[in-house]
């Protein structure tokens, strides 16, 4: 919508039951949005930096549920939030990109499967140099 903003989403619907029934952790329903900006010349010129908020929703599905037999019962829908932050120098300086990453950042607690559960937040930081 603006010369500095990315928006992007996606959503799948499965229709789908096997002879035994439900697939097991395939949800009916799941999509993601995200929004994402980048800047050049932010502190120095030539240097790039970027940031993008992900937001993924999960429907209800079915899951093994290992303290019943493995019995398929009813796990809840969830959503998550992810952001990601990275900054580039002047490639023609040094072709080094700082990263950062938080996973889950609101600390949303949910399952994928029953029996396990999704870890909290989490910090990721690392760099990329290009040879």
């Known amino acids: 919508p603006l010369s500095w903003l990315t928006l992007s989403g996606n ?7 096997s002879p035994q029934g439900a697939l097991l952790n395939r949800p009916r329903h799941r999509g993601s949005f995200s929004a994402g900006t980048q800047r050049n010349d932010v502190i120095q010129s030539g240097d790039r930096a970027a940031a993008v ?53 609101f600390n949303r607690d949910y399952s994928e499967s029953i029996g396990f559960p ?14």
């Open 53 to 105: 908020v992900r937001v993924y929703a999960v429907g209800a599905r079915y899951s093994a549920d290992p303290t019943q037999d493995f019995e398929p019962r009813q796990l809840g829908g969830y959503g998550r939030t992810d952001l990601a932050l990275s900054y580039g120098l002047d490639p023609t300086v040094a072709p080094l990109t700082l990263t950062a990453t938080v996973r889950n950042l």
């Open 11 to 17: 959503y799948t619907y499965l229709n789908f039951d």
């Open 118 to 131: 999704a870890p909290p937040a989490r910090f990721l930081m690392g760099f990329r140099y290009q040879l």
